[in-house]
């Protein structure tokens, strides 16, 4: 599977941002699709995961401001991030988790400026 996000960029304080990531390869369901984040001298964490089945699971810091959705007949997944702040700066991964293995996007750098 190969994992290809985009969208990334720079905002201000309080400003929007929406992550897009296409998956190709060996696409079946049941899985999961989502994104992780990581900044300088801290653990890569979770931000927000979708099953096929369209569950969603979120991490603390961005509950009630980000937002995933999934378009299955596309393999896209979206993450749309509203009410940015400078903690949110990070590289953003992409992640799909199939049947039996894992698999991360490259990475996509999103900096929020206070």
């Known amino acids: 599977v190969q994992l290809q996000a985009s969208g990334g960029g720079l905002v201000q304080a309080g400003g929007s941002l929406k992550l897009s990531c296409a998956a190709s390869?060996?696409?079946?369901?049941?899985?999961?699709m989502g994104w992780y984040r990581q900044s300088p001298g801290k653990q890569r964490e979770l931000v927000a995961t979708?099953?096929?089945?369209?569950?969603?699971n979120y991490g603390d810091s961005v509950k009630g401001r980000f937002t995933t959705s999934r378009d299955k007949d596309k393999n896209l997944v979206y993450l749309q991030m509203n009410s940015l702040k400078p903690e949110d700066t990070a590289v953003y991964y992409c992640?799909?988790?199939?049947?039996?293995?894992?698999?991360w996007g490259p990475g996509t750098q999103v900096t929020v400026s206070s």
């Open positions: 390869g060996s696409i079946a369901s049941p899985d999961v």
């Open positions: 992640v799909y988790v199939g049947r039996t293995n894992t698999y």
């Open positions: 979708i099953t096929s089945g369209g569950r969603t």
